[in-house]
């Protein structure tokens, strides 16, 4: 079984031509009655194949069709969903009552004609309903998300009970048939690749390292607001452990010049991306005969960089190296662009990368940068760094490294009043973030233990000059994203 994420105005034509087994129609952040927003076929709905309908898909399946959906009635974070169907095909074998995750802004009040209602919750009174006689189902909160207890259930009943799915797709093979593939497009030519230390970019080195050998150099940008050690430890892994050509462009006073006075959060977004891609294409031109340039692009990149050409807004600018290929007239390889997220941790772990990169968690392109709120100087990266660092090795010594999605400090352009010895201190506040989460769209901030807390706030004020308090943030995404800028 294999899926595949096409924009919504996708012909009728392509989709028949795939013959797939079941749609999905996505949520997204538009009304139906806004006039921008997306609209698909009614076609689609008689295709005579199973249709779920999420969030936004599902209140236009409810608009479309005759149902009634009314504007401005949201629902957002966590909600209570109780099953009121006694016979249900999403709901079969699951408990009545569950925990879901909502993120709307206008709820269907009036099922569409042929639709039962399945599920309710307390600000969506139609958060579930079937039309079993044509196979159309839909959901208001969104059963792919981490938080909504029996998502996968749910989408496991769909896609299974429902469209007769057999979930036989399979990693094993994924490596030999990369390798096969990479030196069938890249032939005896040379391959440059950006290598930030991240797991999709170590990923993708090692694997066209493993197909191409000496045919690969990567180029590591030290752009300055990297965590602590960084630099080192990349190198010094790629090189040494792996045997891979690394060059090492050191630019980090560069980067900082350009980032002095500036606080605007997409501004600093844009310099750092401007500034890499001017850097890595200087560093790349002395390559001799390179022809070709690798990028870590995974499955989501895809799906979120169409997504901000097409209707969905853009929240923050997370792509720093588009049109880098173009620009260099180098043609474009991506291997691991069909992978999601895990299944390239698996294919690290079959390439023998060590745990502890294979397990890392994200890092931003515009690094510390988007965590120092405020203007970013070699003095407050340096302040940041200290502390990032004594957070993480608490976090990695008390075993919750490997539990959470994503950890950091962020420094903040606050200053506050304390007392060390008898002293009064006037220094920054910190924030420390700390997400769970599978996807990264959504995440809900960890609940850590109150000593683990203690400690990190009392090391951190008691070792980094200039931070004199520590805070901790309780926000989910959405309301809130995971990062700070
Ligand atoms: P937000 O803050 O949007 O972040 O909730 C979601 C995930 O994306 C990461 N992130 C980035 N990754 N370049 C990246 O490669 C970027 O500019 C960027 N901004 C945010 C963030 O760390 C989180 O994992």
């Known amino acids: 079984m294999f899926s595949e994420v096409l924009p919504f105005d996708t012909s009728m034509d392509r989709i028949r031509a795939r013959k797939p087994i079941g749609l999905i129609l996505s949520g997204g952040p538009e009304s139906v009655y806004d006039p921008q927003a997306p ?29 009634g959906v009314e504007a401005g009635h949201g629902e957002y974070g966590r909600a209570k969903a109780r099953v009121l169907a006694e016979r249900s095909d999403l709901f079969t074998g699951l408990d009545r009552d569950q925990q879901v995750w909502a993120s709307h802004g206008d709820r269907v009040l009036r099922a569409a004609p042929g639709f039962v209602q399945t599920a309710e919750s307390d600000g969506a ?20 998300v981490h938080h909504t ?19 036989d797709w399979s990693l094993a093979s994924f490596v030999e048939q990369a390798i096969q593939e990479i030196r069938g497009q890249v032939g005896d030519a040379h391959v440059v690749c950006g290598l930030s230390g991240g797991v999709d970019s170590s990923v993708m080195a090692l694997l066209l390292h493993r197909a191409l050998g000496d045919a690969l150099t990567c180029i590591f940008v030290n752009n300055g607001v990297l965590r602590k ?5 990349v190198i010094h892994r790629f090189r ?27 501004r600093k977004r ?103 709120l405020g203007e970013v100087t070699a003095e407050r990266v340096g302040v940041l760094q200290q502390a990032d660092a004594i957070f993480i090795s608490e976090l990695r010594s008390y075993g919750l490294y490997d539990s959470t999605a994503q950890a950091f400090v962020v420094l903040l352009p606050v200053k506050t009043v304390g007392v060390m010895g008898d002293q009064r201190t006037y220094e920054s506040v910190a924030a420390i973030r700390v997400v769970t989460t599978t996807d990264f769209m959504t995440a809900d901030w960890a609940r850590l233990p109150a000593e683990f807390l203690a400690l990190v706030a009392n090391r951190i004020v008691n070792e980094v000059r200039g931070i004199n308090r520590v805070v901790y943030d309780i926000t989910s995404k959405p309301p809130g994203t995971i990062e700070w800028e």
């Open 125 to 144: 009174p139609f958060t579930a309903v079937e039309d079993r006689e044509r196979n159309l189902y839909g959901l208001q909160f969104h059963p792919e």
């Open 229 to 233: 050690g960084e630099v080192d430890e």
């Open 270 to 372: 844009k310099i750092i991306g401007e500034t890499f891609i001017e850097i890595f294409e200087a560093e790349a031109a002395r390559i001799k005969d390179a022809r070709f340039l690798a990028q870590g692009t995974i499955y989501p990149d895809r799906i979120e960089s169409a997504s901000v050409k097409g209707p969905s807004a853009t929240i923050k600018t997370h792509h720093n190296v588009g049109g880098l290929p173009d620009r260099m007239n180098l043609s474009l390889v991506e291997p691991l662009r069909d992978l999601f997220k895990d299944e390239v941790r698996e294919v690290g772990r079959e390439l023998g990368l060590s745990a502890a990169f294979v397990g890392r968690h994200p890092f931003p392109g515009p690094g510390l940068a988007v965590r120092i």
């Open 39 to 67: 609209v698909v076929e009614d076609a689609l709905f008689s295709l005579g194949i199973p249709v779920l309908g999420i969030c936004y898909g599902m209140q236009f399946m409810m608009h479309r069709l005759g149902g």
């Open 240 to 266: 040494e452990d792996y045997h891979l050509d690394v060059r090492l462009a050191d630019s980090a006073d560069m980067f900082l010049s350009r980032l002095a006075g500036v606080t605007e959060p997409e």
């Open 149 to 167: 207890d029996h998502g996968t259930a749910i989408l496991r009943n769909f896609l299974y009970g429902v469209c007769g799915a057999v979930g």
